[in-house]
């Protein structure tokens, strides 16, 4: 076993709980199916479904180190170790979409993980409004619970012997795109990201005391954000803050802004898609991973 799986393998130590423990202390067990129901009626119209034809896709169990955590994996069905790609999710955890954004990026030769990071505070796949699961599960999820549970899936795909532990990278959406920033100041064998309209500066708070913009000189890997330009949560000036800030502190970040686009412009499910900026971001990102990560 080489130096890289290990150094990975030790950052997720195992845990032995026994069952009663553990459905104590975590509030899922497996991952939901379909899509969220904050996110009802979907937009079926424009949803992209990714087949499984060539894959391995499916659910796992990720060792944590308080327990077990559910995750969804896609990967090709043959050959590897491939690069390795942490998929973090929007706010409505690992439903039908971001299965789907895994299986698009196993199509594309990665093994894709996404971690449910909310599998301790509840099951936002059923909560029908957004400010009641902001409010009774996301913003439960401290940061440094978050970190650890990515880095346990790094460790976790290294050990599968299907994750290439010298190639890792990460991507989110919205509440993954902040993760994904502070990611990338967290662990250093990462090799890139990818953020897609994640919130750069905000209030600090006991779980999320800190925002990527207080992170820059931290990064340890280049970063590409893709933000869109008529996003009501995300002021352009953050953005413009984000960058000038990491070109003072010569960081590797690339901000691409789609002018007419609102906030979760990738979510082919909802009404916020926009199919233009969502195809090209796609394609900047596999680009971005093919220029840092498989290289």
């Known amino acids: 076993m080489d130096n890289d ?11 032995e709980l026994g ?3 553990f459905t104590q202390a975590f509030a899922m067990t497996g991952l939901a199916t379909g899509f969220a129901l904050a996110v009802q009626p979907i937009a079926a119209q424009t949803m992209i479904t ?46 039908e979409h971001i299965k ?15 971690p449910e990071l909310f599998a301790r505070q509840g099951d936002p796949s059923k909560y029908t409004d957004i400010p009641t699961l902001i409010r009774e599960v996301v913003s439960r999820a401290p940061d440094a619970q978050v970190m650890g549970d990515l880095d346990a899936t790094a460790a976790w795909a290294a050990a599968s012997s ?8 990460i991507t989110g959406f919205c509440w993954g795109g902040r993760i994904t920033w502070l990611y990338a100041a967290h662990q250093p064998r990462l090799k890139a990201g ?27 890997a280049p ?13 352009l000036d953050t953005v413009e803050m984000m960058q000038e800030a990491a070109k003072k502190a010569g960081k590797t ?21 926009r199919e233009g900026p969502a195809k090209d971001g796609w394609q900047r990102c596999l680009a971005w991973f093919a220029r840092y990560l498989v290289a």
């Open 50 to 95: 990714t087949d499984t034809q060539g894959l391995d896709a499916g659910e796992v169990k990720i060792p944590v180190a308080d327990g077990t955590i559910p995750a969804y994996r896609a990967m090709p069905a043959s050959g590897g170790p491939f690069a390795t790609i942490l998929v973090v999710s929007e706010i409505f955890g690992v439903h």
């Open 253 to 273: 970040v690339e901000f691409v802004v789609y002018p007419d686009a609102p906030h979760a412009f990738h979510a082919d499910y909802r009404p916020s898609y």
């Open 223 to 235: 970063v590409l954000g893709l933000y869109g330009g008529k996003d009501q949560g995300i002021p």
């Open 19 to 21: 069952r009663r423990s």
């Open 162 to 169: 299907k994750g290439d532990p010298a190639r890792l990278g």
């Open 5 to 15: 799986t290990l150094d990975l393998r030790s950052l997720a130590p195992r845990v």
């Open 100 to 114: 789907d954004v895994c299986r698009r990026f196993a199509k594309a030769g990665y093994l894709a993980v996404a």
């Open 194 to 220: 990818v953020a897609w309209y994640g919130r750069l500066v905000g209030d600090p708070t006991p779980n999320q005391p800190k925002h990527p913009i207080d992170f820059v000189e931290d990064l340890k």
